[in-house]
Every structure is written in structure tokens, then in C-alpha cells.
């Protein structure tokens, strides 16, 4: 089945450290998307990637990081500069900037 | 300019009912708006989608209804079911589905 896998769906990370979330689709989309979504919010733009090697900065990338080194893959990074890390992540990707977006099932990061 | 508004924060309906919610959009630049339906611990997923140039769009039992001398545009559920329970969210972009601006959402919950 085509799809967007999110890994891992739990993860908790310690004060100070980095965390990596993963994000990967066989859906052969060129762009994807990282989004946040807090408690009686709506989803935030991070990150998002167009086409391999290239991304650009959401509306809150502050503390966050990507790559995007292979079209099926776009990992976000959580360092420890991001002063609230703990939040819902989601993952996005669409056949092109023009095209619908498609959402992953989402990592919940915790602060242990 | 980039905000949009989703009213109201939760809503509950008798089965058979038809709940409504709305959104308020200020970028007159914004030319694509979908909802997403998103079910607790998975992502969300499109719904409908309308551009500008149709004041409604139907498929089954949910329409969009959209009025762009007011920057405002709706969702309704006819018929609603137990099943339809989640969170809504309305978005917005320029070019179509690109850089995503979302609403806040709306907790319904159908009362069987």
C-alpha cells in the first residue's frame, strides 16, 4: 500500500538532547512537509521540501532542522534549542507544490 | 494577513443533524481551501477542497459552501453520523495547496 510511515509514533527525548523524527512515502511525491500541532491549535508549517536537496523554512522552523537527501525520505530534527519541543509532528507530501497534501499518522514527542 | 479563523471550537449534534462550521480568511491572495478530518492519534485527511470561482462544491454528504465578497467559507455534514466524530480543520494557500494555513479546528462529536 502507498503511504506516508512516520517513525516512531511515541518518542520522549531528554533535556538538551537532539532527536531525529523519521518521515518516509513510496507515494513518488516530490514534495513533502513537516508540520507541528498543539492542543487547540491548528497545524503550523515547519519545514517543507519541494524537490530533493532543496527545502525551505515554515512559519516556525526556529530550533528545528531537515534534509532531504532522497525524494522518499525528509527527516526533522527536534535540537535542543527548541525551547518547547513537546507537540503531535506530522508528516506531509504531495505529487507538487500544486497538488493536495497527504498527511503521515504523526510522532508524539514527549520531554521526559 | 495569513490568519484563519474556524468557529466554533467544539460542537455537538444529534444523530441525523447537520453541523456547520465556518471559517474567516484575510490574504484575498489565498485561492485553494480544504478541510481535513482528523480521528484522535492519526493524521489528518482531506476531505473537500473548493477553489474561489464555485460558491459550492458536494461530495456525499458534506459541502462546502464559500462566499468570497465575505472572505468566508463553510463546511456541512447532512445526515450526520456517530462515525463523523473527530476534529475539522479548514486551510487555506496560495498556489493551490501549497504552504498550508490552517484553522484551528473543531472538535464535533454526533450523539447517537
Redesign the interface.
Known sequence: DGG?T?SPKYLFRKEGQNVTLSCEQNLNHD?MYWYRQDP??????IY?SQIVNDFQK??IAEGYSVSREKKESFPLTVTSAQKNPTAFY?C?S?QG??????????TRLSIL | QQQVKQSPQSLIVQKGGIPIINCAYENTAFDYFPWYQQFPGKGPALLIAIRPDVSEKKEGRFTISFNKSAKQFSLHIMDSQPGDSATYFCAASREYGNKLVFGAGTILRVKS
Open positions: 506516508i512516520q514534495a487547540g491549535q491548528g497545524l503550523r508549517l517543507y515554515g512559519d506530522l506531509a504531495s507544490a500544486s497538488w493536495p497534501q497527504h498527511f503521515g499518522d504523526g
